[in-house]
Nanobody, 120 residues
């Protein structure tokens, strides 16, 4: 089984920074894209940032220029550096990975989420 575990969430003041980490473990043949999603109360889950196995990145307009996604393929890990945080960034952040366990195809796996709270 594949598990994704997030860490690094917490409470920060507006303008502060946090760095989220996510590590995948278990039976893994390869990982394609990885990404970070977030969900605030009463809102749908949205893509924050994604990164392909080759390092191509994509960001939501609301975080572009403030957040940076990166990955370490050797560690099966993905990171999200969040700078200039705003109260509207408050949400549960979820790690996502497209994992091929057997060399037969990719499936989406999700972490349990880590809470990010930004106070004004």
């Amino acid at each position: 089984q594949v598990q994704l575990v997030e860490s690094g969430g917490g409470l920060v003041q507006a303008g502060g920074s946090l760095r989220l980490s996510c590590a995948a473990s278990g039976s893994i043949f390869s990982i394609n894209a990885m990404g970070w999603y977030r969900q605030a109360p009463g809102k749908q889950r949205e893509l924050v940032a994604s990164i392909t196995s080759g390092g191509f990145t994509n960001y939501a307009d609301s975080v572009k220029g403030r957040f940076t996604i990166s990955r370490d393929n050797a560690k099966n890990a993905v990171y999200l550096q969040m700078n200039s945080l705003k109260p509207e960034d408050t949400a549960v952040y979820y790690c996502n990975a497209e994992v091929d366990q057997y060399g037969l195809g990719y499936r989406d796996y999700w972490g349990q989420g880590t809470q990010v709270t930004v106070s004004s």
